[in-house]
């Protein structure tokens, strides 16, 4: 492959994209206008903390990681299987018994969900099992409460565990998520681990900025793309390109142009579609609030390696044992913890608010023990923390080569909300660039 490709965006999409294309022989200059690669997945240190830019988590059994990264290099530390569903005075440990023999029993006595919802859990598991991969996001949509109320699962079930399980996953508790959404990472979690690297989950995107520079990908930061036209016509958004193939000119803000065979915008989404004129790029965001509480110095605190779900409240709406699960996450005699919080609402609260909140819930969850030393060491306000994803949405995404001219779509949103779906879509964006040169 022969020509010259500029990537602008180099999130986990673009440098994918980046990536792929150079490794078959294109000539790519990468654009991004942070001063560092990774888009929504960051990573940063405070206080000797290592926090990352709001909850995230790696799915291992995700195809597109196992194609695009090193999971042994990556050194995932690994969540425990399921999660304890807790309120006031009460823990209860939910598991896969198929993957966690020692909370096999703990589950079977979980009385949050009842005995049939259990079995059913298990049914659900073993039909999805057998879907194949381009069955998930065709076809009827509903969205996740609906669809466990047609499986049958019970009002308790949904209650205590999904909500806050997948409110984690969606951000949204109301569950009024796609069912696909629901259908892929259940399935996901069946078969494999969830977890973050044990340097913090900025690993993902320094692992594919190395491989994209070895590949020969020249990586500018700090460069903010201002316009993209086609050979011949004015900026995109009111172009009339021909998707011939006869190339494109890439404004950076700072006036300088570079002409280039194709254009791959990876961008985020708003700015993707003021890029490309696009109308059918998602543009709504859904907000996410992420607090990090470190315990006094010494204290030590141990859930099995499992995320505590708020079943009573919706704030927080999970507690998750950081560096329980990657002691990388805090220096030695710390103890660090992650809280989400869901909603609009969550943006505006005070970090006090939300400290407070935190402590409340696990004095009610751990009436033995005393949080009263639980201190804020950052909090993390992402108010487009995924693009909205309601039933139906996954039909009207637009799909890479929906921009006029040699410029394509890489980034999630032509997918799905997730990981999976930004490094799938800098495969495929790779692909449908290779088609101009």
Same mark, same amino acid.
């Given at each position: 492959?022969?020509?010259?490709?500029?990537?602008?965006?180099?999130?986990?999409?673009?440098?994918?994209?980046?990536?792929?294309?150079? @490794?078959?022989?294109?000539?790519?200059?990468?654009?991004?206008?942070?001063?560092?690669?990774?888009?929504?997945?960051?990573?940063?240190?405070?206080?000797?903390?290592?926090?990352?830019?709001?909850?995230?988590?790696?799915?291992?059994?995700?195809?597109?990681?196992?194609?695009?990264?090193?999971?042994?290099?990556?050194?995932?530390?690994?969540?425990?299987?399921?999660?304890?569903?807790?309120?006031?005075?009460?823990?209860?440990?939910?598991?896969?018994?198929?993957?966690?023999?020692?909370?096999?029993?703990?589950?079977?006595?979980?009385?949050?969900?009842?005995?049939?919802?259990?079995?059913?859990?298990?049914?659900?598991?073993?039909?999805?099992?057998?879907?194949?991969?381009?069955?998930?996001?065709?076809?009827?949509?509903?969205?996740?409460?609906?669809?466990?109320?047609?499986?049958?699962?019970?009002?308790?079930?949904?209650?205590?565990?999904? @909500?806050?399980?997948?409110?984690?996953?969606?951000?949204?508790?109301?569950?009024?998520?796609?069912?696909?959404?629901?259908?892929?990472?259940?399935?996901?979690?069946?078969?494999?681990?969830?977890?973050?690297?044990?340097?913090?989950?900025?690993?993902?995107?320094?692992?594919?900025?190395?491989?994209?520079?070895?590949?020969?990908?020249?990586? @500018?930061?700090?460069?903010?793309?201002?316009?993209?036209?086609?050979?011949?016509?004015?900026?995109?958004?009111?172009?009339?390109?021909?998707?011939?193939?006869?190339?494109?000119?890439?404004?950076?803000?700072?006036?300088?142009?570079?002409?280039?065979?194709?254009?791959?915008?990876?961008?985020?989404?708003?700015?993707?579609?003021?890029?490309?004129?696009?109308?059918?790029?998602?543009?709504?965001?859904?907000?996410?609030?992420?607090?990090?509480?470190?315990?006094?110095?010494?204290?030590?605190?141990?859930?099995?390696?499992?995320?505590?779900?708020?079943?009573?409240?919706?704030?927080?709406?999970?507690?998750?044992?950081?560096?329980?699960?990657?002691?990388?996450?805090?220096?030695?005699?710390?103890?660090?913890?992650?809280?989400?919080?869901?909603?609009?609402?969550?943006?505006?609260?005070?970090?006090?608010?939300?400290?407070?909140?935190?402590?409340?819930?696990?004095?009610?969850?751990?009436?033995?023990?005393?949080?009263?030393?639980?201190?804020?060491?950052?909090?993390?306000?992402?108010?487009?923390?995924?693009?909205?994803?309601?039933?139906?949405?996954?039909?009207?995404?637009?799909?890479?080569?929906?921009?006029?001219?040699?410029?394509?779509?890489?980034?999630?949103?032509?997918?799905?909300?997730?990981?999976?779906?930004?490094?799938?879509?800098?495969?495929?964006?790779?692909?449908?660039?290779?088609?101009?040169?």
């Amino acid at each position: 492959m022969n020509g010259d490709v500029t990537v602008i965006g180099g999130g986990l999409a673009g440098l994918v994209a980046a990536t792929r294309l150079a @490794e078959a022989g294109a000539d790519v200059t990468l654009y991004e206008r942070r001063p560092d690669v990774g888009g929504r997945v960051r990573t940063e240190t405070v206080d000797g903390f290592t926090l990352d830019r709001g909850f995230q988590v790696l799915f291992t059994s995700y195809p597109a990681v196992a194609s695009e990264l090193d999971a042994d290099a990556l050194d995932v530390r690994r969540f425990a299987p399921g999660a304890t569903i807790c309120r006031p005075g009460s823990r209860s440990t939910l598991s896969d018994p198929l993957r966690d023999l020692r909370g096999a029993i703990p589950s079977l006595l979980n009385d949050e969900v009842s005995f049939s919802d259990k079995l059913r859990t298990l049914a659900l598991r073993y039909d999805l099992s057998k879907r194949d991969e381009d069955d998930f996001f065709a076809g009827p949509d509903d969205s996740i409460r609906e669809y466990l109320y047609k499986w049958g699962f019970a009002d308790d079930y949904v209650e205590h565990f999904v @909500e806050p399980f997948y409110g984690g996953i969606t951000l949204d508790r109301t569950l009024s998520t796609s069912k696909q959404v629901f259908e892929y990472t259940f399935r996901a979690m069946g078969r494999g681990a969830i977890g973050v690297p044990a340097e913090g989950m900025e690993a993902i995107p320094e692992a594919l900025a190395a491989r994209a520079r070895e590949a020969g990908v020249t990586i @500018e930061t700090g460069a903010d793309v201002e316009s993209v036209r086609t050979a011949g016509q004015s900026r995109i958004p009111f172009r009339t390109g021909t998707g011939d193939g006869a190339g494109a000119t890439v404004e950076l803000a700072d006036g300088s142009t570079r002409e280039t065979d194709a254009v791959v915008v990876a961008t985020t989404p708003p700015e993707a579609r003021k890029l490309t004129g696009v109308d059918s790029i998602p543009t709504e965001g859904v907000p996410n609030v992420t607090g990090w509480y470190a315990l006094p110095a010494g204290e030590s605190f141990e859930t099995g390696r499992r995320i505590l779900l708020n079943a009573a409240e919706e704030s927080p709406n999970a507690v998750i044992p950081m560096s329980e699960v990657a002691p990388e996450y805090a220096p030695d005699d710390r103890a660090l913890l992650a809280a989400t919080f869901l909603g609009d609402d969550s943006l505006d609260r005070p970090a006090d608010a939300l400290r407070d909140d935190v402590r409340d819930a696990l004095e009610a969850w751990y009436p033995e023990r005393d949080f009263g030393g639980l201190e804020t060491v950052d909090v993390h306000r992402i108010r487009f923390a995924q693009f909205a994803q309601p039933l139906g949405v996954h039909a009207d995404l637009p799909d890479p080569d929906d921009p006029e001219g040699p410029v394509v779509l890489a980034g999630d949103y032509t997918e799905w909300s997730s990981i999976q779906g930004a490094l799938e879509s800098g495969r495929k964006a790779a692909d449908a660039a290779g088609g101009y040169l």
